[in-house]
């Protein structure tokens, strides 16, 4: 019984790059969330999907930011002409429809913008 | 727009003692309640959750003591070990959905 997976798990780029990052959720788990998480904080949500459909996004996504779940399974997370103030561990997290309140979260991919 | 408060920040607590960490929220509609815990480099893992038709949760050494008047709740951590030291978070949503989380306790446990 696998986890949710993330990958990569770091990630240094430069400022002005663009940089994608996988998600696959624990199988069969219909539900998808994004959250970012910077040092000495708690997680913030930036977006979840049912299946293939996103249903919501949070305002701290703005427009370089663009999730997708193409076939329902797996997700990325695009960020688009990174800045320095994008650095955070980036975390995935899936639950089911039949247990939609427990969300269970992958070891998070770490983003260094130089 | 903080929904979710925590406190302390951080806490000491000797090995075999009770570690408490409280949380308030602000939102009535929250109906999920749960604590993450989180190493270093880690991603948060669920400890123990509530709901608030009831006003304790026990899951071997963790409780939730949950008071809806009030709109707070806490985590009690009985016998606390070494090997609880962690970072603590709180968190609370509505019908299945996006996590609130609070700020975080950095917990350590002395031997």
């Known amino acids: 019984d696998t986890g949710v997976s993330q990958n990569p798990r770091h990630k240094i780029t430069k400022r002005g790059q663009n940089v994608t990052f996988r998600c696959d959720p624990i199988s069969e788990h219909n539900r998808l969330y994004w959250y970012r998480q910077t040092l000495g904080q708690g997680p913030e949500f930036l977006t979840y999907?049912?299946?293939?459909?996103?249903?919501?996004k949070s305002r701290l996504l703005s427009d370089r930011f663009s999730a997708e779940r193409p076939k329902g399974s797996f997700s990325t997370l695009e960020i688009q002409r990174t800045e320095q103030g994008d650095s955070a561990m980036y975390l995935c997290?899936?639950?089911?429809?039949?247990?939609?309140?427990?969300?269970?979260f992958g070891p998070g991919t770490r983003l260094t913008v130089l | 727009q903080q929904q979710v408060k925590q406190s302390p920040q951080s806490l000491i607590v000797q090995k075999g003692g009770i570690s408490i960490i409280n949380c308030a929220y602000e939102n009535t509609a929250f109906d999920y309640f749960p604590w993450y815990q989180q190493f270093p480099g880690k991603g948060p893992a669920l400890l123990i959750a509530i709901r608030p038709d009831v006003s304790e949760k026990k899951e071997g050494r963790f409780t939730i003591s949950f008071n809806k008047s009030a709109k707070q709740f806490s985590l009690h951590i009985m016998d606390s070990q070494p090997g609880d030291s962690a970072t603590y978070f709180c968190a609370a949503s509505k019908s299945g959905n996006k996590l609130v989380f609070g700020a975080g306790t950095i917990l350590r446990v002395k031997s």
């Open positions: 997290a899936s639950s089911t429809t039949l247990l939609t309140d427990e969300q269970f």
């Open positions: 999907f049912q299946n293939e459909a996103q249903l919501e």
